[in-house]
């Protein structure tokens, strides 16, 4: 059970390396999706679902794997993005105290959903989405302290 972040890590690492066993980790963080992450967390009572992922950057591409319901485990790979295409799905970076916000839109939907980053994950989210997008980013990101 992963229950720290560096071993959380590591079991992404492990799983990444199931899922496409040339490429190379540079960062992994947590989201969850909704609009509401607040009350999401009070009606989840804190079980994992489909709508949960670990996204991890490597250097080929974005996999999204699905925390699976026995805890903070990666489960079954969901996504496999390329870094292109991550890169004009994402926007509306939104960066806060307790939960940071961007939208992506998944392969294959019509329409972009909210991914929720907490605070414990957001130094990897900074990482991800400059590695990513770079000037873009700084250029689009809004910094909310309400």
Not at 46 to 64: C, E, H, P, W
Request: one cysteine or more; a positive charge; proline letters at 5%.
């Amino acid at each position: 059970m992963g229950f720290t972040k560096s071993t959380t890590v590591a079991q992404v690492a492990e799983a990444v390396r199931q899922s496409d066993p040339p490429a190379r980790p540079v960062v992994t963080l947590g989201v969850g999706s909704g609009r509401h992450p607040f009350l999401y967390a009070l009606l989840s009572g804190g079980i994992a679902d489909g709508d949960t992922f670990f996204v991890t950057l490597t250097d080929r591409s974005v996999l999204f794997h699905e925390v699976a319901s026995a805890g903070s485990q990666p489960g079954k790979l969901r996504y496999d993005v390329g870094h292109e295409q991550v890169r004009r799905r994402i926007e509306q970076v939104r960066r806060r105290p307790l939960w940071s916000t961007f939208r992506f839109r998944f392969p294959g939907e019509a329409e972009a959903v909210w991914l929720n980053v907490r605070r414990a994950w957001r130094p990897e989210m900074d990482r991800f989405l400059d590695t990513l997008l770079g000037d873009r980013l700084r250029a689009q990101a809004v910094e909310e302290c309400s």
